[in-house]
């Protein structure tokens, strides 16, 4: 497949996590570096999209937001589909947001269904550090558990200074791309040849 | 008001509810097969797609599109698998844009392209393709945006199909999100205003809304709740277009004010929709911020009153206001000020919160849950306003007066409108305030209303609250009546709760020192009201609550006499009156004491003897001899008809009270202390009556209070008499007995009693000396802690001679 080679990588990035930890501000300081302080929902998903290099690589980034609050998530995660990784959020003046995070990881593995699911690039953000005095997850237990987790990348952010949001989705976009080289094919692309008859057959009966 | 939105459970949800399981199981299987089929296309022709783009052959790759796009006019999915499928036609369908952007550089002009992908030959492929060109049209600024926009969202009423048409419009919005005319946004200028995207969003916002408000009519009745669930589902692509407008930078709070809020809320009251109108009412209050809410609050309010009966406003309305009490205390908590939020929350809300009670048939829980927000958000908000907490809780109380308060939820919400303001406050003075509090206390079952009135003493407790007032003793009581006094309905207390009902008594002996006041006559009357309220508690109580407020009593009259001594010895101005303090005077308090005393010594006899001697010691101290005697004799004929076993403890303490007297008569201490004697000389056990005898040697020496009192003759009789006794007990009682004497003996040599000279402590000595060889010959066990008392004794009255030298000189210590 040469064609493959010219064509522009793009990456599949699912932004995760509870209600109001700040997703969609992470999101909008990374992409459009603009930051508000007033909360407001997100319904659904929705993606932006930016170009990154990466090891001398350009590579389009399409980071997906979504919804904290499940009401606002009512079709389901069809669009975790072909995420190439997942990137968990927690604030870190809430602690039950990061009590949640294993709930959030596993609901991911099981809805996405990666192949490897074991190998699975995730990366973990602690937000709101600009809040330190009111800080209830220390660093270290999010470290442990990351460790824990077969050493998930752990980020300490604050989206609405600009602290480390930039390295943050440097790494991100690292780790996805270390997804992307391991499958160089896209799906359907491999298999080609047989799978349409298969599925004709299927569909007969 | 049904809260039937808010108890769907949408996700992750699977479809087993309304059918049996089994058939349930075959639908699904049935649309996960269709799915798989569908998707099996996608990807094939996706492949094609790809593979003639690679080849630049534009025909080929659109006509391929187009079949994959087929797959979208299914009407068999449901609304989870149809967004299944379009996630994944949505992936494919990036590949096609890119190509278009990609063709655009090479300098094809997209206007073409916009008119070739029209020849599709169905609707729904032809508005997809027509959608991704145009927002790469868009993106090539060869026509202005809000002209591409406009036209997409007109060519979208081509499809009418309510899930087709809701799954198109949120392609268009997905697509278009990036590419509005806004402030700040390289649209802007040719390429149209934020008015323009407004309008651009508010009609496909009205687009989805008729054909979402469709599909609740469309097909058998009998499918109807299946239907509302599948709508439940899709009703995210109805409010997407909310969360559109919340973020354009222009719409800033005068836009929202002026040209959208309006717009949205007319949309959202025509759709005569509950569904609609519940989701879009919570959306509106979720999507957009705080600030807009504040500003708006009568315009989205009075909306609320317009909506179709069944909806369910109290969840809009608790929504609403927890929400922006969040956001006060949130504001709050960074510094920012308070009181100024351009409007009054609390009165707005207090408006149509009445409305919405009077107008309509609330439920009791849904009125407590609305008053419950209503509280909160006016704590938060204006925490020094009593009056809307009280008006509040009269309201609360007006509903509930008639309702047998049974029901589990309800008694619940009313505990929790009971307590809030008790946590909000830092004290319960302002509690006290409240007209109808305890009106709503009062209504809960007994052991509800007994936790509220334990965490009314726990706060009271934890913030140090000074109760100063008789008024204020009596409503604080009135509020914790639970637990002070039984009810006729509450069972006898079972075993197990003593430690718990020990635990709140003394919680309520804790009050007893939130009494506080300068005046003594105020303190007095206040004792007073507190001591009338424990009376009425039973015996199982007052031993708890009514011996910390003798201490009270006691101190009062201390100081009490304490100020006159005071104000005695200040000199005063000529013509000018002395001072002369509160009318209760100290005796007046003794009398009050006295009366508690001869309740308690009835129930509890032990601990009302030491407090007799307590007070009896308090009463020298403020110089009332009579009350002195009376408490003493008091406490005698109570140590008459206690049990042997604790006598020489209570004798103890008796001695101890007696030779701490000061101000007591000759006369009086005579008899006292002669009949402490023959209490002494009367126990049933000898050695009991040794030490006992030994120890009433201290009542008349040295007698450091009152040295008139001392006698050292009486002293030495007593010791004598003590050794006497020894004599009549068992021998292996005898040497520990002979060093206690010593001991006390030596006391009164150091103490310099003439009587006791050192020829009586060489005999103690000899004596001793004589008896050890015999004891070590009995166990060594029991002798060795005596052997070490009496060397213990030598090696301190060799010290004592080290120390003082002389008067020990005839003291011998060769024997040893």
Redesign the interface.
């Known amino acids: 497949m040469s ?1 493959s080679s010219r064509k ?1 990588v ?1 990456l599949k990035v699912i932004i995760l996590g509870d209600s109001g930890v700040g997703k969609t501000s992470l999101m909008n300081q990374y992409v459009n570096k603009k930051f ?1 302080n ?7 998903a ?1 993606f ?1 999209t930016k170009d990154v290099m990466v090891d001398d690589r350009l590579v389009t980034m399409q980071i997906w937001d979504t ?1 904290g ?8 995660v ?2 975790y ?2 995420a190439d990784s997942c990137v968990l959020v927690y604030d870190c003046t809430v602690s039950k947001t990061f009590e949640n995070m294993n709930a959030w990881r596993d609901e991911f593995l099981i809805q996405a269904g990666p192949p490897d699911p074991d190998n699975f690039p995730f990366v973990v953000i602690g937000n709101k550090i600009d809040m330190e005095p009111q800080r209830t997850v220390p660093a270290k237990r999010a470290m442990a558990w990351c460790q824990s987790k077969g050493n998930i990348p752990y980020f300490e952010t604050s989206a609405k200074e600009a602290v480390n949001v930039e390295q943050a989705f440097q790494v991100i976009a690292k780790t996805a791309l270390g997804k992307e080289d391991e499958e160089p094919f ?4 491999v298999d ?1 040849g047989d ?2 008859k298969e ?2 057959s ?2 007969c009966c | 008001m049904s809260s039937h939105y808010q108890n769907v459970r ?4 699977y479809d087993d509810e309304e059918n049996t399981l089994e058939a349930g199981q075959t639908v699904e299987n049935k649309q996960k ?1 269709l799915l ?2 569908a998707k ?2 996608v ?2 022709e ?2 094609h797609m ?1 593979r003639a783009l ?1 080849k630049s052959l534009l025909d080929e790759a659109l006509k391929h599109s187009a079949k994959m796009l087929n797959q979208l006019r299914t009407s068999e999915l449901s ?2 698998h149809y ?2 499928l ?3 036609v949505f ?1 494919k369908m ?1 590949h096609l844009e ?1 190509f278009f952007s990609e063709e655009n550089k090479r300098g094809r002009r997209m206007q073409d392209l916009y008119e070739v992908v029209q020849h599709a030959g169905n609707i729904v492929p032809r508005l997809y393709l027509l959608i991704t060109v145009g927002s790469v049209y868009i993106k090539s600024k060869e026509a202005p945006a809000k002209d591409v926009l406009k036209d997409l969202v007109e060519m979208c009423k081509g499809v009418q199909h309510p899930t087709r048409g809701l799954f198109l419009r949120n392609y268009l919005s ?1 697509l278009s ?2 590419k509005l005319p806004d402030v700040g946004s390289e649209y802007e200028g040719v390429g149209g205003q934020v008015q323009d995207s407004i309008n651009f969003i508010i009609q496909n916002f009205t687009e989805t809304v008729h054909l979402f408000s469709r599909l609740k009519n469309e097909g058998p009745a009998s499918e109807r709740e299946k239907r509302e669930k599948e709508r ?6 109805v ?2 277009s ?2 559109r407008l ?2 354009l930078e222009g719409v800033t709070l005068e836009i929202y004010r002026s040209m959208v809020l309006n717009k949205v809320l007319e949309v959202v009251v025509q759709s005569n929709d509950k569904m609609v109108q519940q989701y879009l009412m ?2 509106i209050i ?6 807009f809410h504040m500003a708006t609050l009568d315009t989205f309010l009075q909306s609320c009153l317009d909506l179709d009966q069944g909806v369910d406003l109290r969840a809009i309305l608790t929504s609403l206001m927890d929400r922006l009490s969040n ?1 006060i205390q949130r504001r709050a908590s960074q510094g920012e000020q308070h009181d100024d939020y351009g409007t009054n929350v609390v009165e707005t809300f207090t408006k149509y919160v009445d409305k919405v009670l009077e107008v309509y048939a609330v439920e009791l829980s849904d009125n407590l849950l609305i008053n419950i927000s209503l509280l909160s958000l006016s704590l938060q908000a204006y925490p020094e306003r009593t009056d809307y907490v009280n008006r509040i809780i009269t309201g609360v109380a007006t509903h509930l007066v008639d309702t047998l308060i049974n029901d589990d939820q309800v008694i619940k919400l009313t505990k929790k409108v009971l307590t809030i303001p008790l946590e909000s406050y830092k004290s319960i003075l302002k509690l006290l305030d409240l007209d109808n509090y305890n009106q709503v206390l009062t209504l809960l079952p007994f052991e509800e209303k007994r936790m509220v009135a334990r965490q009314i003493v726990r706060t009271a407790i934890k913030h140090g609250d000074k109760i100063t007032t008789v008024d204020q003793v009596n409503e604080l009581f009135e509020l914790i009546k639970p637990m002070l006094k039984d009810e006729p309905t509450n069972e006898t207390l079972a075993e197990d709760d003593w430690e718990d009902f020990e635990e709140e008594q003394n919680l309520v002996a804790r009050c007893v020192h939130l009494f506080d006041n300068a005046e003594t006559d105020n303190l007095f009357k206040i004792y007073s009201a507190a001591r009338k309220h424990f009376g009425q508690g039973g015996v199982k109580r007052i031993q708890f609550t009514l011996v910390p407020l003798v201490f009270k009593y006691l101190e009062l009259a201390t100081r009490i006499y304490q100020s006159q001594i005071t104000a005695a010895a200040t000199p005063t101005l000529e013509g000018e009156a002395p001072a002369v303090g509160g009318v209760i005077k100290q005796d007046k308090v003794f009398q009050y004491v006295m009366e508690i005393l001869e309740v308690l010594a009835n129930q509890r006899p032990g601990p009302a003897l030491q407090l007799y001697l307590q007070s009896a010691l308090c009463a020298d101290r403020c110089d009332l001899e009579k009350i002195v005697y009376e408490l003493l004799s008091q406490a005698f004929m109570l140590y008459e008809e206690e049990d042997s076993k604790v006598q020489l403890e209570y004798l103890h303490l008796i001695i101890n009270a007696l030779q701490g007297m000061k101000h007591i008569s000759e006369e009086n201490y005579n008899t006292l202390s002669t009949k402490t004697c023959q209490y002494s000389s009367k126990l049933l056990r000898k050695p009991d009556q040794c030490r006992a005898v030994l120890m009433c040697s201290h009542l008349f020496w040295p007698m450091f209070e009152n040295k008139e009192l001392q006698n050292s003759s009486k002293a030495l009789e007593c010791l004598q008499w003590s050794l006497k006794i020894v004599k009549s007990c068992l021998s292996n009682q005898q040497i520990l007995l002979f060093v206690e004497i010593l001991n006390v003996y030596a006391h009164h040599f150091d103490k310099k009693n003439d009587k006791v000279t050192a020829e009586y402590l060489n005999g103690m000595i000899d004596l001793i000396f004589t008896n050890i060889p015999n004891l070590e010959e009995t166990e060594e066990t029991a002798a060795a802690p005596i052997n070490i008392f009496y060397r213990n004794t030598l090696r301190h009255l060799r010290l004592r001679k080290d120390q003082d030298g002389e008067m020990y000189d005839d003291v011998r210590f060769t024997l040893m």
């Open positions: 064609t522009k793009l508000s007033q909360y407001k929902a997100t319904i659904g929705d932006l919804a609050q499940e009401r606002f998530q009512s079709l389901g069809a669009f589909r072909g896209i799906p359907g692309e080609f799978e349409p599925a004709k299927s569909g | 949408e996700y992750p949800a097969t798989a089929t099996n296309v990807d094939t996706a492949y790809i690679d609304p989870k967004y299944d379009y996630m994944l992936d990036r890119m997905q999100k990036d439940n589902e899709l009703s995210i692509l409010g997407k909310l969360e919340s973020n919570d959306c979720q999507v957009f911020p705080d600030e956001f």
